[in-house]
């Protein structure tokens, strides 16, 4: 993804191209991208060989999580729904992970019968739905019991997982105690610690502080875990970080608890595997001039794009011609939803650009399209992947008589 002369290119087809053929708003991946990431990951952690479950919340499109899967990928994911598409993506069952604070019985009956590689319980009620079912199927079902290990991310309090007032995970007593009640169990296999502190992390120290809990707990416990799914949470640059995740630091610290207690290593990464390969190309409508600053009123809003209503999140905007005339004034790009935090980005200066001009917003592979939504009544965008130059329509724009 890079300007080829004046026009940004996506695996060197022009953007306006793109929105002139399908127009906008238009969610755009690079495969060449998303391979690199996969390729990335698995050498970051190569001394590991680690399962590596896509966490599917991430993006559910089911083209991309084919390929995710023909890149050898398992899957990490919330619900049913997201289990039936990991299923369809041709993910095996031993490749998928089921984590989530309230699965009902439902969901956890349907993945008992697909016998998937680990439920990650969260709660003591859940183990005994789990072992409940389990019993009337008369089958064994391995699970994890997710640890809440009282760990501060450092990151948006929003999408901080790991603390002791969040719900997910068992506080460390509580583990120990249902550990103890599960060594009984008829129907209940015991795997796997698991444990997630967060997303969007780029500093070392939380997941430092995490693995001192875990190494900690297996200790005391004594307790032989075949697997211990970390989670996901690496942090990406979406431009404004001061701070990189040191991947080196994080492996050398998971190969020292894994040599004291011989487990497998599960990630559950997301945001680190699909979040820079997908862009969202946006038209300007129009251009409303204020005394103190313009608006720059686009055609995607917070229902295509949530993250910076729902968390302040940055993502950067780039024009897609480039040129070197500026605009000295405050310019803030919003949508056309009618509520004021439907606003993506607020810049001291832009670009000169016009009505009509499109823009490209940054790194909005991951939780981009998975979240977005029907609000003010719009319809969902179309997203196309670019693959060895070729254009593949991996979603199609939705109608109005869809909503009807
Ligand atoms: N595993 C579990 C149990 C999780 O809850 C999550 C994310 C992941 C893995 C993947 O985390 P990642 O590697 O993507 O950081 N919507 C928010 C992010 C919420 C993350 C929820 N859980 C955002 O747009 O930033």
């Keep these: 993804m890079k300007y080829i002369g004046k026009n940004f ?9 793109l929105a002139k053929k399908y127009k906008t708003p238009l969610y755009c991946y690079s495969y060449k991208k998303l391979r690199e990431n996969i390729i990335n990951f698995k050498k970051n952690f190569k001394n590991l060989n680690p399962i590596i479950c896509f ?72 183990i005994l739905e789990i072992e409940k079912i389990a019993k009337l199927k008369k089958k064994t079902v391995d699970i994890g019991i997710r640890l809440n290990p009282n760990t501060d991310a450092k990151t948006l309090s929003q999408i901080s997982t790991g603390k002791k007032q969040d719900k997910f995970g068992v506080p460390e007593k509580h583990f120990i105690e249902l550990l103890k009640y599960l060594k009984n169990s008829k129907y209940l296999k015991v795997k796997c610690l698991s444990v997630h ?20 707990i297996i200790k005391k416990t004594k307790y032989k875990f075949q697997f211990i799914d970390l989670g996901g949470g690496m942090g990406i640059a ?4 001061k701070k990189q995740l040191n991947y080196k630091k994080y492996a050398f610290a998971i190969k020292k608890i894994i040599k004291k207690h011989d487990a497998k290593i599960i990630f559950e990464p997301g945001r680190s595997i699909i979040g820079n390969t997908g862009v969202l190309i946006s038209k300007i409508i129009y251009i409303k001039k204020t005394s103190s600053k313009n608006f720059l009123i686009l055609d995607a809003a917070m229902n295509d794009l949530m993250r910076p209503a729902l968390y302040g999140a940055k993502h950067r905007i780039i024009p897609e011609r480039k040129s070197n005339k500026f605009v000295n004034k405050i310019c803030e790009f919003v949508g056309p939803v009618c509520e004021s935090t439907d606003k993506f980005l607020t810049m001291k200066k832009f670009q000169k650009v016009n009505e009509k001009d499109l823009v490209i917003i940054s790194d909005v592979g991951a939780y981009g399209m998975s979240l977005s939504s029907n609000y003010n009544e719009r319809l969902k965008p179309m997203e196309i992947l670019i693959k060895r130059s070729k254009i593949n329509i991996i979603r199609k724009r939705q109608k109005h008589s869809d909503l009807i």
């Design 197 to 216: 502190i967060g997303s969007q992390i780029l500093d070392n120290q939380p997941y430092e502080k995490m693995l001192n809990v875990v190494d900690r």
């Design 238 to 241: 979406y431009g404004n970080e």
């Design 9 to 17: 290119s996506i695996e060197n087809i022009k953007v306006i191209n």
């Design 55 to 126: 966490a599917v919340k991430a993006n559910t499109n089911l083209k991309l999580l084919k390929e995710i899967n023909k890149l050898n990928l398992g899957a990490d994911v919330v619900s049913v729904g997201e289990l039936i598409k990991a299923l369809k993506a041709g993910i095996k069952p031993k490749k998928i992970v089921f984590s989530g604070v309230g699965k009902t019985s439902e969901e956890l009956s349907f993945a008992i019968d697909k016998k998937i590689l680990l439920i990650n319980t969260e709660s003591k009620s859940e």
